[in-house]
């Protein structure tokens, strides 16, 4: 994950079809590709192959990987515009992030699990993600060099908190509700690891986008609008492993989390 992280940050420097970048991105894939036949030959894995057996745990693994690049990339994104592009300071950047984070218990406690069990786990999932996507897409078409909180930013960031208060809680809860009581913990913590791992490469990816800023406020504006419009269609992708591998009717998802209407 450290050299895919490293090739992707240093990809726009050394070149996309560089010996060095071609060089770090193998040695990943022979290292990811090793770790995954350990794991499958072990008597003691880190990760048991036997989890993925479970559709809806295969399923909300791939969501996590995917939903966690996004969240990272568009974490980091709206931080360094505010603060770079607009000389907001950390403490008034840190304010204009708060609406979407305070959106994060409100869905979760207050809106998923009756969500859940109406339509579904799968169905939460998909409106979560086309809420993160749009909010993305929001700020790809709002966001200006002009200073402009309301308009431009704090839209995309109620809607990126709204899908992430309906996508995290019901991801980690498809993901353990369908193991077997003695799977919760390690279904858990590999679902954790695969979210830092997206994370991570999110991270990278917005940095490979971005680039390290030319000084002019235009074409630091286009390389942000990439990153948002990339980051969109990112969360967006998280529609596939929700509508194939989760389940969009009842589920005892909302059960296995709390999220009941007490």
Known sequence: VGLLSFGLVQGPDWGW?????AGVMGVAAVLLASFVVRCRHSTNPL???ELFRSRNFSGASVLAFVFSAAFGGMLLSIVLWMQDAWGWSA????????????????????VAGRLIRRFGAGAVIIL????????????????????????GVL?????GGVGTGLVLPTMMGAATSSLPPSSFATGSAVVNMIRQAGLALGVALLVAVVGTGTGHAADELGSFQRA???????????????????????????????????
């Not at 403490?91 to 207050?110: E, Q």
């Not at 839209?155 to 809607?159: D, Q, Y």
């Not at 967006?236 to 296995?256: C, D, I, M, Q, W």
């Open 155 to 159: 839209a995309g960031m109620i809607l």
């Open 17 to 21: 079809s560089s010996l060095g970048v």
């Open 228 to 262: 948002w419009w990339i980051i969109a269609a990112v969360a967006f992708t998280g529609v596939v492993p929700a509508f194939v591998a989760l389940e969009r009717r009842h589920s005892t998802t909302s059960a296995s989390l709390g999220l009941d209407d007490r």
């Open 128 to 151: 979560g993600s086309v809420a993160f996507a749009v909010g993305r897409a929001w700020w790809a078409v709002a966001v200006t060099t002009h200073p402009d909180y309301v308009s």
């Open 91 to 110: 403490l008034r950047t840190g304010l204009g992030i708060a609406p979407g984070p305070l959106m994060v218990p409100l869905m979760s406690f207050l």
């Open 47 to 49: 990760v048991r192959p």
